[in-house]
C-alpha cells in the first residue's frame, strides 16, 4: 500500500504546477483524498480534499481559488493543480488517503500517506 506525490518543483511567484499521487497496492476509488503541506517551521495542513463518492471538494481558505483538486479513479491517480503561486506556498506537499464519504482537512481521518514532494515559489 503506497501513495507517492510528484510534480513539484521551483517555479515564481504567479506560476503554476501540477502535483500528482499515484496509488500503488490498494484503488483509491473508496477513499476521500486530501492534499496536506508543511512549510518550514510550521505544523502539516490540509489544504484541499475531495470526497470519494459525489466528488464533493473543500478548500482551505488561503488556497480556495487558486488550487484544484482533482481524482480519475480509473488511473488510481489524484492531483492538485496549483495557479498563481505565492511565496506563502513553498512547502513539502504530501496526498493521503482516507476514510470514505469523508470530507475534511483534519489529518485524523486519513490513513495512508505518501513521501511528499517540494514545491517552492520563489523568484
Given at each position: ?123
Amino acid at each position: 500500500v503506497q501513495l507517492q506525490a510528484s510534480g513539484g518543483g521551483l517555479v515564481p511567484p504567479g506560476g503554476s504546477l501540477r502535483l500528482s499521487c499515484a496509488a500503488s497496492g490498494f484503488t483509491l476509488d473508496d477513499h476521500s483524498m486530501a492534499w496536506f503541506r508543511q512549510a518550514p517551521g510550521k505544523e502539516r495542513e490540509g489544504i484541499a480534499c475531495i470526497s470519494s463518492s459525489d466528488g464533493s471538494t473543500f478548500y482551505k481558505e488561503s488556497v480556495r481559488g487558486r488550487f484544484t483538486i482533482s481524482r480519475d479513479n480509473a488511473k488510481n491517480m489524484a492531483y492538485l493543480e496549483m495557479d498563481n503561486l505565492k511565496i506563502e506556498d513553498t512547502a513539502i506537499y504530501y496526498c493521503a488517503a482516507g476514510l470514505p464519504l469523508v470530507l475534511s482537512l483534519k489529518e485524523t481521518f486519513y490513513t495512508n500517506w505518501g513521501r511528499g514532494t517540494q514545491v517552492t515559489v520563489s523568484s
